[in-house]
């Protein structure tokens, strides 16, 4: 299983029971990053909502295909911990800042190594990374 994330400078997911921030440029990203590597993905209702009126403004009707056998997990406000072990892979779109954060990823990043990054400019945010961790 592949968790799909995002998380501030510090690791921060959300803070009050809320998220972040967001931005449509990583929905666009994870669409185009599932379509190439995953069979499905589990995403929360109200990002499946963000990511469904991205579809709709970019005039596609439905999620893209996914091709190859792996599913994928969006995990908005879960800090995952005590589940190493069971993401193979992490996938995590970095903000370029720090964010008040009373929720924060607690996952043993120890267990992965960083195998790929990319660098994109979002909509709402100059600088946003795709990190992807393969576990070891």
Sequence with gaps: MVLITCVDQKNGLGFNGRRQTSD?????DICKYAEDHFCGIDMASDTMLALENYLKLTGQEEHPLFTEPKEA???ELDDCKGLDD???????????????????????MQNYALVEQHEMVGSSHKKIV???YQHI
């Design 24 to 28: 449509s440029a990583v929905y666009a």
């Design 73 to 75: 997990r969006f995990a």
């Design 86 to 108: 069971i993401y193979e892979m992490l996938i995590l779109y970095r903000w370029d800042k720090t964010y008040p954060a009373d929720i924060r990823l607690e996952i043993g």
């Design 130 to 132: 795709r990190e992807v």
